[in-house]
Structures are given as C-alpha cells and as structure tokens.
C-alpha cells in the first residue's frame, strides 16, 4: 500500500511556465491576418493568452505580469490545459497564425519549435532558476548508495529536453524515453555511479510533481538506481506536498522542486526539516516567448488594448 494514502495526499499540478506568443513577421498578410500595425496584432490575438492548468504555480505569476505591464492592460488570461495550450500553438504554427500561450523550458515545445524568450523588464518571472534534489533527514545513513547517487545527479536542460521531446515525437511513454536515454548515456550515468556499490532489492521512494519535465527527470533516477538494485516507486503529488511528504519522511527524495522562487515558499517552511542537495539542473528560464520568426523582442513590444 502507498504509505501516501496514510496523509491522505492526492497527486496535483503545478509547474513553473512561461509566456509565450506566437505570431507573425509583422509583415501584412492575407493569409495570417498580421500586420505591421501593433493594434492588429492584439486584435488578431483577441488581447487574450492562452494558458494552462488554473492551478499551475506560475499561473499567478502570469496574472500578476497582465496586471504589472502598463502596455497590457486589458488582456486577459485563458486557463485551459497544458495539451489544450500546446495544441492551439501547434496549430498557430503550423498556419503561421498569431497566438500568445503559456510556456516553459526546458520542455520539448523548445525542441520541437523555434522560439525565443521575450525581454522582461520588470522582471516579473523571475531569473533563471534551479531545480533542486531534496532527501529526508537520515536518508544518507539509512540509503548511503541511494544518496550518493542523488547527491551526484546532474544533468542539462538539453538532455532533459531529449527525453521529453523522444516521448512526444516518437509517441512513447516517457518512462520508456528515460531508460532509452540512460542507455545511451553511459558516460554521464557512471559520473554519478561509479565507485558505488549494488544493493539487494532496498525500498527507496521518489516523490515528484506531474509535469513532463520532472517526471523525465524521476523516471531517469528510477532506471539507475534499478540498474543499481533498488526497488523504487515514484509518488507524483503537489509541490506543497512533495515538501510536506520529505519533511515529514512519507517520501525519501524529490527532484522536483524549483528555486528560489517558484517554489521558494514551501522551501522556506520546510527547509529544516529537510536536506537539500543543491541542483540537479541549472539553467531553467520563465517569460513570454516567441517564435523566431515574430519581429517582436520584448514584453512591452505587446500592444495595449484600446
């Protein structure tokens, strides 16, 4: 029995995602409906983002940009779904219409698109950010094979976007894109094992959030450490729970969370109680996006609605 079910913990979403707009050259077109003119541009686009999960973590952030840029006034906020949001850019994309989604990176939308970070000025995403491996307390004495392993997991934001576009592009669970990307890395694998000795079927279990960019991440782990011995489950919960289940020892290691910021806050009530191994993965950037072919470089390039 999951020892989830005793806290009476259900899985959630929440991820940290970015603004991204998609349109034109800028160049008028009969065929796309863009225009030179900044108004046509917002009329094409009804004014209107179109977003993902409403309980997504940077959701808030997206708002609280609407209301931060003066230029954007009047725009508005759509919450949909994270497939929903990657079928219309999909489809924008494809007829080289304008559309203004939610987004992050690393993510295989990067991989499987050109697009290009918008300036933002005012900084209300944030820098760039870490994503964290944090273990209970006494996992080290309890796991030390375990936590080596963990302590020494690192890896870029393109490999972890290779993973997640393999499962996308080649229509394949992403556990399976995991173990295909362990297998071919052996290199990058032995950094983080070598030297380590093999365990006999010890329990170990990982706690994460849903999003495709930490579940390739976690079913990476799960593939080593299965090649080293252990017997692993994987959790997917909240992130306020992912902190709730490590502190209180429900769950032995997350690589999930994403600071300072996006999930600055559970850290902050819970960091006592838990260790944290530094990151996993550096280099992570949040704002509104475009496509490189949209003449367009800045959040404030949006024009407001009249």
């Not at 399976?176 to 950094?191: C, G, L």
């Not at 910021?261 to 006592?272: D, I, L, P, Q, V």
Request: aromatic share 8%.
């Amino acid at each position: 029995m999951n020892k989830f079910k005793k806290l009476g913990l259900t899985a959630g979403l929440s991820f940290t995602l970015l603004l991204a707009a998609c349109g034109g050259s800028g160049e008028t077109s009969a065929d796309n409906g863009q225009s030179s003119n900044d108004n046509d541009l917002g009329e094409s686009l009804d004014y209107t983002i179109t977003g993902i999960e409403p309980g997504a973590g940077i959701t808030g952030q997206a708002k609280n940009t609407l209301a931060e840029y003066v230029n954007l006034e009047g725009w508005e906020l759509q919450e949909s779904s994270t497939a929903g949001m990657l079928g219309a850019l999909e489809s924008a994309i494809k007829n080289e219409e304008p559309i203004v989604i939610l987004g992050w990176t690393p993510h295989w939308m990067f991989s499987a698109y050109d697009l290009k970070f918008l300036e933002d000025p005012k900084g209300t995403f944030g820098g760039a950010e870490d994503i964290q491996t944090i273990a209970r307390i006494g996992l080290e004495e309890d796991l030390p094979e375990a936590y080596t392993i963990l302590d020494r997991f690192h890896w870029e934001p393109a490999d972890m976007e290779s993973v997640m576009f393999e499962s996308e592009e080649n229509d394949i669970p992403i556990e399976e894109a995991a173990k295909n990307w362990v297998e071919q890395n052996p290199d990058k694998v032995k950094e983080w094992t070598d030297g380590v000795e093999k365990v006999n079927g010890e329990e170990i279990e990982l706690v994460t959030t849903q999003w495709d960019s930490e579940l390739a991440s976690v079913y990476v782990m799960e593939e080593v450490l299965s090649q080293h011995g252990f017997d692993v489950s994987i959790t997917p919960v909240d992130p306020a729970v992912v902190f709730q289940a490590i502190a209180t020892g429900e769950g032995d290691a997350s690589l999930a969370p994403w600071l300072p910021s996006t999930h600055g806050a559970f850290y902050e009530e819970y960091k006592e109680d838990i260790v944290d191994l530094g990151p996993n993965l550096t280099g992570t950037q949040n704002g509104f996006t475009v496509p490189a072919y949209m003449d367009i470089d800045s959040i404030e390039d949006l024009p407001a609605k009249k």
